[in-house]
């Protein structure tokens, strides 16, 4: 159950996520009990990861062969036993996938079509992306010192190159949760315009403040 829960905290969409019990007759000899974590693919249920309760099997073993006993004592209860061993076993391709289209969703905006990667912000390739409004360099200093703070406590992109527009695209398509856009306001009033992925709302957030603002919202 902790393992299923995993997948769901993650962002894994609890409809296309199931935790399957092996049967009697699926069962390795050495195991006395397993589940498996399955995601609803295109194609069909197909496994995540395995967890298996593998008993005392593998330490006892151990012990038969290397002539070494592996029991914990409990002196409270003056009692010796043979720790037992649960095996979680994932694939990282299968997991890295289903995540990738647990998270794909495209969307019309203003008669385009917006492709998003909606990753959940712990999973995220980038946290944040520092986005000046130009290229010149009032804006692009004020805006890579930023981006240099943020990498602090944050994978943070840069990004400069083409319109405001489609570097918000891009990011969308990256599964960016936050992009900062540092623009020629921010010179004034010491601020920059904060925008949501998913909802695209905005918000301007002091400088000083982005930091905290991000860290409330990514963890």
Known sequence: EHRYRWYIDHGMPEDRLRLRPHDDDELSHYSSGTSDVEYLFPWGWDELEGIANRGDFDLRQHAEHSGEKLEWYDQAANERWTPHVIEPAAGATRTAMAFLMAAYDEEEVRGETRVVLR????????????????????????????????????????????????????????????????????????????????????????????AAYLAERLH
Request: hydrophobic fraction near 30%; charge should be negative; include cysteine.
């Open 119 to 210: 990753f959940h912000p712990t999973i995220a390739p980038y946290k944040v992306a520092v986005l000046p409004l130009s290229k010149k360099p009032e804006l692009s200093g004020p805006a890579n010192e930023l981006a240099s703070e943020l990498r602090k406590r944050f994978m943070c992109d840069y990004d400069e190159t083409q319109s405001i527009g489609r570097r918000y695209r891009r990011q969308d398509e990256l599964g960016t949760p936050f992009c900062v856009t540092y623009d020629f306001d921010s010179l004034e009033d010491s601020a920059v315009t904060v925008r949501d992925r998913d909802s695209m709302e905005q918000q301007r957030i002091p400088l000083e403040g982005v």
